[in-house]
């Protein structure tokens, strides 16, 4: 085996198949924006070989079996996989969760130098999956050999999205970080989801609540996609249903008119339920609309639990984002 490459999106693990054959292309699609982080010895067992793993703590899970057993690496650590390759990319689009999993790649592999030798970078200007494998093929972007700069940038900023505060991560522009371009404006991007001064929600939910305050009134008019007007990229699918139920589906309600819900699987595999919920027609409540005209706050009418990386984000404890010091506040 030549070439080893590693993504984030399992679409762009096929699309980079079909560019590339005879090399392998895995994807690791944790979810690192979403929720909360895994444990100190989850992300240590992660990029291990597979023992006792539970679903989804495993680097290889997000990858088709038969691609593993074609290349005879199934189970495989993440260090030994590598050790029989004689290259490593890493494909890294500018996406949110993306930029967090290049700094958990790169932090973990740092103490293997054997790996690192053979270790490079390639970071697109737009999604990889995006593209159809002979675009990927002709417009190849140059790989980066991954440096110390790479390394020491990633360490600081992996260790400051895991911190229990988000005062390490707002300190991050601050420093020289053009050895990875995309990581500046991730940074921004979510230090922008923490609950906002003045109105208590991250801005994914007010880019939901002034959509429909613009007369878009179904739920999947709101959600981002290509060529749809929440231009907000942060969350994916599942993440984006469940903030939009969130608006909808608590004590003092931003959003009427949600007609199904909770926005998960069983919802999808039942027809009836999941047409209702396309059927929905949303408008804003007047907690809503106080909210959009900066005269009310979210957090003062509804409980806040959730995990912002490492994080734990409350009633008691809302760090805040205020755009327009483009400065954190403490509780």
């Given at each position: 085996m030549t070439r080893l490459i590693l993504t984030a999106d399992s679409s762009a693990a096929g699309a980079l198949m079909g560019a590339c054959p005879?090399?392998?292309?895995?994807?690791?699609?944790?979810?690192?924006?979403?929720?909360?982080?895994?444990?100190?010895?989850?992300?240590?067992?992660?990029?291990?070989?597979?023992?006792?793993?539970?679903n989804s703590l495993h680097w290889q899970d997000d990858c088709p079996s038969?691609?593993?057993?074609?290349?005879?690496?199934?189970?495989?650590?993440?260090?030994?996989?590598?050790?029989?390759?004689?290259?490593?990319?890493?494909?890294?689009?500018?996406e949110s969760n993306d930029q967090l999993m290049l700094l958990w790649l790169l932090d973990y592999l740092r103490p293997h130098t054997n790996v690192i030798s053979r270790l490079s970078l390639i970071q697109t200007d737009s999604g990889i999956g995006d593209q159809l494998p002979k675009e990927l093929a002709t417009l190849r972007p140059q790989a980066v050999p991954i440096c110390n700069d790479h390394l020491e940038i990633a360490a600081a900023a992996w260790a400051a999205w895991r911190a229990p505060t988000p005062q390490a991560w707002f300190g991050l522009p601050g420093r020289d970080l053009k050895?990875?371009?995309?990581?500046?404006?991730?940074?921004?991007?979510?230090?922008?989801?923490?609950?906002?001064c003045g109105s208590g929600l991250g801005a994914t939910e007010m880019r939901i609540l002034e959509?429909?305050?613009?007369?878009?009134?179904?739920?999947?008019e709101v959600f981002p996609g290509h060529e749809k007007p929440n231009e907000r990229r942060v969350f994916g699918y599942w993440e984006v249903g469940a903030l939009l139920d969130g608006l909808a589906h608590c004590p003092a309600p931003a959003v009427?008119?949600?007609?199904?819900?909770?926005?998960?699987?069983?919802?999808?595999?039942?027809a009836d339920r999941h047409a209702r919920y396309k059927r929905s027609r949303l408008a804003l409540t007047e907690l809503g609309k106080a909210v959009i005209a900066g005269a009310d706050d979210f957090s003062r009418h509804n409980p806040i639990h959730r995990w912002w990386g490492g994080t734990e984000v409350t009633n008691d404890r809302l760090w805040r984002w205020d755009p327009e010091r483009r400065t954190l506040v403490a509780p």
């Open positions: 005879g090399d392998l292309a895995i994807a690791i699609e944790r979810r690192l924006v979403w929720g909360a982080l895994p444990s100190g010895a989850q992300l240590d067992a992660f990029f291990a070989a597979r023992t006792m793993q539970e038969w691609r593993l057993e074609g290349f005879g690496v199934a189970d495989l650590g993440l260090i030994e996989l590598c050790a029989k390759c004689e290259a490593v990319e890493l494909w890294i689009s500018p050895a990875l371009p995309h990581l500046r404006s991730s940074v921004i991007s979510l230090l922008e989801e923490l609950p906002m959509l429909i305050s613009a007369g878009h009134v179904h739920p999947y009427s008119g949600l007609d199904e819900g909770p926005f998960d699987l069983e919802m999808h595999e039942d």
